[in-house]
């Protein structure tokens, strides 16, 4: 299981747009992705359960890849997280 966390830099935070591509984006992994903010955790491939979050501008999120194409999943996911949120 691999781990990563991001502080969110969007001064909108994880809003409809963006959470649409991370939700698109995770789809082409097969491996179990996750994302967590504080005490929450969520399916990163729902797109309600990434909305679900409410993360903000400054709050640290955290996703979790456990599986056999983790590491690309890792790479390719916290590369898109740095370019868009």
Do not use: W
Not at 14 to 40: M, N, T
Not at 48 to 73: C, H
């Amino acid at each position: 299981m691999k781990e990563f966390k991001y502080v969110i830099t969007d001064p909108e935070g994880i809003h409809a747009r963006p959470a649409g591509l991370l939700v698109k984006a995770v789809k082409e992994f097969s491996c179990d992705i996750k994302i967590g903010k504080g005490d929450k955790v969520m399916n990163s491939k729902a797109i309600f359960g990434v909305m679900g979050l409410g993360a903000k501008k400054g709050d640290e999120i955290t996703l979790t890849f456990d599986g056999a194409d983790e590491e690309a999943a890792y790479e390719a996911i916290s590369k898109f997280m740095q370019e868009n949120l």
